[in-house]
């Protein structure tokens, strides 16, 4: 380890370092039933002012090879990933792992291939080449830290979604958009509750944008100003399945069997599966088979359950209901024959 500022680091120039990080990921992966593995953005430490970093002995016994010292801790740090990616699904394909990453990767004055920013790098400041973890293939998702409001001169939030969701296309790598709860209510913009309502407008235009993610939840529990009331109000009035990723491929698993509809309750046969997604449409608009469509998704429930009420229904309506299986690597099977039920929900 090496000190440097107020910390200890890890030294990622180290084989043991890299060794170590990934030995204790995966005995968390093998010996518990987790969906993912996620890193926020630290890899070699954010630049103090005069200091660098103290691995001089490091790239010196290590380096062979490297003529410039950031190429080598570029390297060092992509060992790590792409090391973590392999490892991480040979042990469970299922988990997804993915990196909560700086949002600028380099400013376009500098890299032609770099956003039109002019903000603190990831490449040059903290050695991390996320651009090419994404068209490497290296990341199951990415999830840049676009931690700025829309218009900000130096990093303008619609100008990065522009260019992630650019670097994504063509690759098996989802996009989340990292948003900044933490800093609603804080000054400036952010003291604008809709914001952040704003950002999620604004990234429906991008097919390639697959959802977001809050920093941090207890930002969201606390609901200044009524930001999160209005992200459910106006974003996440209804259930979504996970989107599944492009390269998951395989045979998604075999639908429910007898559905039945009693007494106000749903109930289904049907083993393996990770989770149940029930649709519900209005009786006149109801087929006896139908493909999933997110617009009449009621609910997802676990595996375990067999069994669903819907207790947003109209009292006395006649809807048709359908249940599908989801797996762990979020596949879909086709939907079970319609049953219609005359529901007595309030």
């Given at each position: ?225 009524g930001f999160a009331t209005r992200l459910l109000r106006d974003h996440y009035a209804r259930t979504a399945v996970v989107p599944v990723n492009p390269r998951s491929g395989g045979t998604p698993p075999v ?92």
């Amino acid at each position: 380890m090496r000190r440097y500022g107020n910390g200890l680091w890890f030294d990622p120039g180290l084989p043991e370092v890299r060794d170590l990080i990934s030995d204790v990921v995966l005995d968390v992966v093998r010996k518990y039933d987790i969906d993912g593995v996620h890193f926020d953005d630290y890899f070699y430490p954010y630049p103090l002012p005069g200091k660098g970093f103290p691995d001089k002995a490091t790239f010196k016994k290590y380096g062979s090879g490297f003529e410039h010292l950031g190429d080598w801790r570029r390297d060092n740090v992509d060992m790590l990933v792409r090391g973590l990616y392999g490892r991480i699904h040979q042990a469970k394909q299922w988990v997804k792992f993915g990196i909560s990453l700086f949002g600028v990767w380099r400013n376009k004055s500098g890299d032609q291939n770099g956003s039109d920013t002019n903000a603190l790098q990831s490449y040059d400041d903290i050695y991390a080449d996320t651009r090419k973890w994404v068209k490497r293939g290296w990341l199951d998702y990415v999830s840049p830290q676009l931690y700025w409001p829309a218009g900000f001169k130096a990093a303008d939030y619609r100008t990065l979604v522009a260019w992630w969701a650019s670097q994504v296309s063509g690759t098996p790598v989802q996009l989340i958009i990292g948003q900044a709860a933490y800093l609603v209510g804080r000054g400036g913009r952010w003291n604008d509750p809709a914001e952040l309502s704003r950002h999620l407008t604004f990234d429906s235009r991008y097919k390639a944008v697959s959802g977001d993610a809050f920093f941090s939840a207890t930002d969201l529990d606390q609901d200044r100003k009524g930001f999160a009331t209005r992200l459910l109000r106006d974003h996440y009035a209804r259930t979504a399945v996970v989107p599944v990723n492009p390269r998951s491929g395989g045979t998604p698993p075999v639908p429910p069997e007898r559905l039945e509809a009693k007494d106000g309750r749903l109930s289904w046969h049907g083993s393996g599966a990770a989770a149940y997604a029930i649709y519900r449409a209005p009786a006149a608009k109801a087929r006896p088979c139908i493909v999933p469509d997110g617009r009449l998704l009621l609910k997802v429930v676990t595996g375990d359950s067999h069994e669903a009420v819907d207790a947003n229904a109209r009292s006395g309506q006649v809807y048709t209901y359908y249940v599908t299986a989801l797996d762990r690597l979020h596949r879909e099977s086709p939907a079970t024959r319609g049953v219609k039920m005359t529901t007595h929900g309030g």
